[in-house]
Each structure stands twice: as C-alpha cells, then as structure tokens.
C-alpha cells in the first residue's frame, strides 16, 4: 500500500485521504514533514514550539480533508497554515510561558495522534545535519535575531525555494509586499552577517 501510495499526486493523496484512506494521510505527512519541521524549527527557533506547530499543521489537514480544493496545489497550502500556526504560537508564547500543548490527544478522532507524536520526535530529521558545523550555527543565529516578517520571508524564499506568487498567497500580502519585503531582508541579513563575521574576526 506504501509504494502504491508513493506513485500518486498530492491530489489523488488527498483524494484518497478524503475517503478514510489511512495510509494515503500516512503519504502526505512522509513527502513533507522534513522541510515542514525544518520551517517551523528555523522560523520558531525554540524546538517546543516547532513540535506543537509541526503536530497542528497536520491535525489541520486531517480536520480540513473534506473541505480541501485539489486544484490546490499541497505544499504551499500546508505551509501557509504552518505559517499562520507558527505566528499565532510566537504571539501566545510572548503572552503567557510557554507550556505544551497536552489536549491534543483528548480529540475524540485522533486514530494519527501516535503517528503524529512519532514523526515529530524523530530524531534523524536532515535538519539537524544542516545545523551542523559553526558556519551554519551562525546562519541560524543570524537569521533567528531578525524581525519576525523578515526571518519569515527569507526562509520561504531560500529554504524552501517558493515563487513569489506562491509567498504572495502563504503570507496573505501582495506580490509587489514579497519583492519589497524579500529585499529587505536580504539586505538586513547581509548586514548583521557581515556584523557577526567582523565581530569574530576581531576577537
């Protein structure tokens, strides 16, 4: 059933997912957990909150399967609730301390809770390769102290390589918002890097 599934499209996943096919949901979590969790972890910053979200984003889609278009393309519709999760998360974090969300399992169709808990504790996610070595740490620091429409926009564009339309309906801004936003940010991460590298070369 697995590799069957492996062959289909996004949309006759969700097709299929729609009908009750467990293993069809089971398909489009294994295609877009890695970069999904990399986002949520690079956005957030804080490995807690990207699990809470990582697990929102696709208790979304299992409660929104039959209401989803599947003209749509997937990827940009599940990082668009990603993004709208992540932010509503950093603004609660910044209210209250931060605690885990522990009424995810009191849901009285959660048959994917296991798998969920499964995919987002998974330790041999690729992310943690890329965080690897002092260069990368430094990418990573640079680009976590910086605004949050900025850092957002930045790891859209080149981590997860989407087009300026597709950033355009994620983030609910016009396109001409993205190309200007985009440009800012890419300005302001060459500056602090540059800042962060003299600094160290000074020391």
Not at 88 to 93: E, F, I, P, Q, V
């Amino acid at each position: 059933m697995k590799h069957a599934c492996a062959k289909l499209s996004d949309a006759e996943l969700l097709a299929r997912y729609g009908q009750g096919d467990e293993a069809a949901f089971r398909e489009i979590v294994s295609r877009y957990k890695n970069s999904l969790y990399a986002f949520l972890k690079q956005f957030l910053n804080r490995q807690e909150l990207a699990e809470d979200v990582f697990q929102e984003t696709f208790l979304q889609l299992f409660t929104s399967r039959h209401s989803f278009d599947p003209s749509r393309p997937l990827r940009p519709w599940l990082f668009t609730i990603a993004a709208n999760k992540a932010k509503d998360a950093l603004r609660k974090s910044q209210r209250v301390a931060a605690i885990p969300i522990g009424t995810l399992s009191d849901s009285e169709e959660m048959s994917f809770d296991d798998v969920l808990n499964t995919l987002s504790s998974d330790s041999t996610m690729p992310y943690e390769e890329l965080e690897q070595g002092e260069t990368s740490a430094r990418v990573a620091q640079t680009i976590a102290n910086m605004p949050e429409n900025l850092r957002e926009i930045l790891i859209l564009a080149y981590f997860n390589k989407f087009s300026y339309k597709q950033m355009a309906n994620i983030l609910s801004i016009p396109i001409g918002t993205v190309k200007s936003r985009l440009h800012t940010a890419v300005a302001r991460f060459a500056k602090e890097w540059k800042a962060s590298v003299g600094s160290k070369e000074s020391r």
